[in-house]
């Protein structure tokens, strides 16, 4: 997985890996200056929990945590999102796609792949307000924020924060079990 980071990060200055490691506390002896926490459920020690991983990362002071997986419809996964996640990186996108998601969420931005947005955009569209609806059906698209906020004569910090309501719509309703579709469960 470093390997894979790294040239990933290396292709969006300034960003770089400084550090991995297969628990919490072997990654705290080598840094605790974390701006973002790339979880790889398949590169924990055997038998360790993701959720109780990703909570123990928020009590050392790393907020910003994303998971990276081959496998975003385990419910495994989408029990992670209602610890606190920042997004899910998914494997199989292309590399430059993952770089720009890389980036994104180091600057603390949510970040969801395109067809996970495009799932929610679908099967939660009836729990969206029109511009909420109208920014996940871009962003499932696949569409950088920038580009989101241009083509809806928005500001930047404005699709962002539709973005936000949007993962707290989804968190909430998963933790509440109003929502009648589990495939909306799922936040970033």
């Not at 200056?33 to 459920?41: E, I």
């Not at 029990?79 to 998601?101: C, H, N, R, S, Y």
Request: one cysteine or more.
């Amino acid at each position: 997985m470093a390997a894979a980071l790294s040239y990933c990060a290396s292709a969006v200055p300034p960003l770089s890996v400084v550090a991995c490691a297969r628990t919490v506390l072997e990654l705290l002896s080598t840094t605790t200056d974390l701006d973002l926490v790339v979880l790889d459920p398949a590169c924990l020690t055997p038998g360790s929990d993701p959720f109780a991983v990703i909570a123990e990362l928020h009590e050392a002071g790393a907020m910003n945590v994303v998971v990276f997986t081959s496998d975003c419809r385990s419910p495994l996964i989408r029990k992670t999102a209602q610890a606190g996640i920042a997004g899910l990186l998914d494997k199989d996108e292309a590399p430059e796609t993952i770089a720009v998601m890389i980036h994104t969420a180091a600057m603390g931005r949510p970040v969801c792949p395109a067809q996970r947005a495009a799932t929610l955009a679908a099967a939660g569209a009836r729990y969206w307000t029109s511009p909420e609806r109208r920014v996940l059906e871009r962003y499932a698209r696949g569409e950088r924020t920038p580009t989101i906020a241009a083509a809806l004569h928005l500001d930047e910090s404005a699709v962002c924060a539709y973005l936000s309501r949007i993962k707290t719509k989804i968190v909430g309703t998963s933790r509440h079990h109003h929502n009648p579709d589990p495939s909306t469960t799922w936040g970033w």
